[in-house]
């Protein structure tokens, strides 16, 4: 990473300076304009301008086109985190009035009026009923997707890139489609109430695409010298994948299933048209409106009251949270690439590989000896080397058994 030079900073903070005066004397002086964002475009337009000039002094022309763009991706991405932190401190903001009450995550809104304080009634049915949803959608969707990942990587050929086309396709699917295509079939055409299992199934249906396209990528990544190494020592196709290839590529597997999961979590249109809406806790996902975080936020919302808005933002700061601990987890877990260990599972192979060590230099020393006693008889001395290595095994075994990260 080169350092950054003191004529660089001073380019930049004399540049926007500088598009500050010239859009105050064009906007006061010159011109008959108004407007924030008027002034905002035309100071940044600018800025590159000025930006250029003095970037001109020092360098040559292509390394000022290399400076403006850097310019232009730069403040496009601070844009970017500036709107993002703003809504995350709005929400925050919005909600901590009602985030401060432990009762907010204790109890739910059964016996709780729209005129009551916030020290009664809370969320807890909709933080159960995203629970309960979410782990539906997941028991669903994670075999059924890494299935399917497993089948385009595998098995290429015509019908694999169908189903490729069809998964992409998938991906770019509205959320009250899936919502509306589950409630016409569960709902309307089999007859079942609106449930959180039908909630469930429309989430599964929008985190599926997300999870077996990151999969996919995911299993690509394997490299091909494995796969072919444990070929050629006669394993099968499915011999392969299930103990070499699934094993290496098994922390992005759990990111992209984490991904899908911060993916339905945070969904509405679904949840809106098949759970149904209820101010109690319901554990019967078959029976009987269950409510998730996000309807909650949003029916709370349209009462227009300060406790009932307060309870909502509260509800959008909890649901921001689980996904931004989600995240977490995903960038925690995907940060290591297909094949490398953990800490942990380093020093287990670490561990590993010094009693494999000792068990050897034991068995050595134990036929050593063998061979220098001249009591012993050959096939004395030969049961007593089998002996001593079957032993050894033993010991090896029983206390570390095996380890599923080692293919």
């Not at 900073?9 to 008959?32: M, N, Y």
């Not at 494999?356 to 096939?379: F, G, K, S, V």
Request: some cysteine.
């Amino acid at each position: 990473m080169s350092s950054v030079r003191v004529s660089d900073v001073l380019a930049l903070v004399g540049s926007a300076l500088g598009g500050a005066a010239l859009t105050w004397t064009v906007f006061t002086q010159l011109a008959p304009f108004s407007g924030r964002l008027g002034a905002v475009v035309v100071w940044y337009v600018c800025f590159l301008g000025l930006y250029a000039l003095l970037v001109s002094f020092d360098e040559s022309g292509q390394a000022v086109k290399d400076r403006i763009a850097g310019a232009v991706v730069h403040s496009f991405a601070a844009v970017l985190l500036l709107v993002l932190g703003f809504v995350v401190f709005y929400v925050v903001v919005r909600g901590v009035k009602a985030l401060v009450h432990v009762n907010f995550f204790t109890q739910d809104l059964s016996v709780t009026g729209p005129l009551e304080p916030l020290t009664s009634g809370g969320v807890v049915h909709g933080i159960v009923g995203t629970l309960v949803e979410i782990s539906i959608a997941l028991v669903v969707v994670v075999p059924l997707g890494l299935t399917c990942a497993v089948f385009l990587t595998e098995f290429p050929g015509p019908y694999a890139r169908v189903v490729r086309t069809v998964v992409e396709a998938m991906t770019a699917l509205p959320s009250v489609i899936a919502g509306l295509f589950v409630f016409s079939l569960y709902v309307l055409i089999l007859g079942f109430p609106r449930s959180g299992l039908a909630a469930a199934l429309a989430l599964g249906a929008m985190m599926l695409p997300i999870i077996v396209r990151a999969a996919d990528v995911v299993l690509r990544l394997v490299p091909g010298s494995l796969k072919e190494a444990s070929l050629a020592l006669g394993a099968s196709r499915w011999r392969t994948v299930w103990t070499v290839t699934l094993p290496t590529a098994r922390s992005g597997l759990a990111t992209a299933v984490i991904l899908g999961t911060a993916r339905g979590i945070g969904e509405t249109s679904p949840v809106l048209l098949t759970a149904g809406f209820g101010a109690s806790t319901n554990l019967d996902p078959r029976e009987g409106p269950m409510v998730s975080l996000p309807l909650l936020a949003y029916e709370l919302r349209r009462i227009p009251e300060d406790a009932m808005i307060a309870r909502a933002f509260g509800a959008g700061t909890t649901l921001l949270l689980l996904v931004l601990v989600l995240f977490v987890v995903a960038r925690t877990i995907g940060g290591r690439g297909p094949g490398v260990l953990s800490p942990r599972q380093q020093r287990r192979a670490a561990k590993r590989s010094a009693d494999d060590a000792a068990r050897l230099a034991a068995i050595a020393h134990a036929r050593r000896r063998a061979e220098q006693d001249p009591i012993l008889q050959p096939w004395e001395r030969d049961s007593r080397l089998d002996l001593t290595e079957h032993d050894l095994a033993e010991h090896d075994d029983g206390p570390h058994g095996s380890d599923d990260n080692t293919p």
